[in-house]
């Protein structure tokens, strides 16, 4: 059986995308809400994982795993074979997106090495902004400035801390600890 890993939803619910072995290694897939219309986006040489959707479902990022940890961007509306990859510069230690801002200028999402972090990258100036030294699992806000995230083992998605992130003031302020418990992820 396939390992298909992290699905989401399109900004207008119709479609998921996801990473799946279902080729023989892992590249991004989408599908229709109805389980219908598989579709294999990508077909690169190298592993892609943990696509990201743009808000208008024209454009996904997704890491690649191996050599430099690069990031791409694609259509997720074209067909693997058809397909045109943007590679973006790469984040020393590597980049792993998380989630668009609503205006689909930025990409939040974490540096995998050697801590990790929150980071944004900015489309338009193809440059990226470390905000934090620990966390994981950051989410935009509707308001397209702050973050929710959490932090609490090392940086994961799931943490024992809640946090706010201000990206304009790099503060961030707890919102909820459980420190038994580790939750997002």
């Given amino acids: 059986a396939p390992r298909d890993r ?4 399109s900004a207008d619910g ?4 996801f990473y799946s ?3 023989g290694r892992y590249q991004v897939w989408t599908i229709a809400a109805d389980g219908g ?3 294999q986006v990508t077909d690169h040489p190298e592993l892609l994982i943990q696509p ?3 808000p208008d479902g024209t ?4 890491s690649v795993t191996l050599g430099d940890s690069k990031l791409l961007m694609f259509d997720p509306r074209v067909p693997a074979g058809q397909q045109r990859y943007e590679e973006l510069p790469p984040l020393p230690g590597g980049f792993t997106p998380w989630a668009w801002s609503a205006d689909g200028t930025r990409v939040a999402g974490v540096n995998s090495r050697p801590q990790r972090g929150i980071v944004i990258h900015t489309v338009a100036s193809r440059t990226y902004q470390e905000l934090t030294r620990s966390g994981g699992g950051p989410v935009w806000l509707p308001d397209g400035r702050r973050l929710l995230y959490t932090d609490g ?3 994961g998605p799931a943490g024992r801390e809640l946090l706010l992130l201000d990206t304009a003031t790099r503060i961030s302020t707890p919102v909820y600890s459980s420190p ?3 939750f997002g992820g």
């Fill in 6 to 9: 992290r699905p989401l939803w």
């Fill in 14 to 17: 119709t479609r998921l995308v």
């Fill in 21 to 23: 072995d279902r080729s």
């Fill in 37 to 39: 219309g598989l579709m």
């Fill in 52 to 54: 990201v959707w743009s």
């Fill in 59 to 62: 454009r996904a990022v997704a």
């Fill in 153 to 155: 083992y090392g940086g």
């Fill in 180 to 182: 038994g418990d580790f």
